[in-house]
């Protein structure tokens, strides 16, 4: 079992930056990836990041590439997602994820609001 935490999460205008953390613990030895996702009302959970966890390569979704950087701190099994240059449709609520090779695992997610 891998448990994730999520935090940073909170009203934002349009234009600002956010750091969220999500920080694992358990079997985290069994991870090998991590990503953020994100679900906004009436919408689908969609990719928004992820990152190899023993390597560093990332990925981004392209609506968020040039704005958002994913990184981690493996001393800390903790991830984060800068986010900058934050717009209106950013607004959801964002969701950690830990792959291993038998599951997935989720946070219980964080609200990031951006208001215009």
């Known amino acids: 079992q891998v448990q994730l935490v999520e935090s940073g999460g909170r009203l934002v205008h349009a234009g600002g930056s956010l750091r969220l953390s999500c920080a694992a613990s358990g079997r985290t030895f069994s991870v090998y990836e991590m990503g953020w996702y994100r679900q906004a009302p009436g919408k689908e959970r969609e990719l928004v990041a992820r990152?190899?966890?023993?390597?560093?390569?990332?990925n981004y979704a392209d609506s968020v590439k040039g704005r958002f950087t994913i990184s981690r701190d493996a001393a800390k099994n903790t991830v984060y997602l800068y986010l900058n240059s934050l717009k209106p449709e950013d607004t959801a609520i964002y969701y950690c994820?830990?792959?291993?090779?038998?599951?997935?695992?989720w946070g219980q997610g964080t609200q990031v609001t951006v208001s215009s």
């Open positions: 990152i190899n966890w023993s390597g560093g390569t990332t």
């Open positions: 994820k830990a792959a291993t090779g038998w599951n997935n695992y």
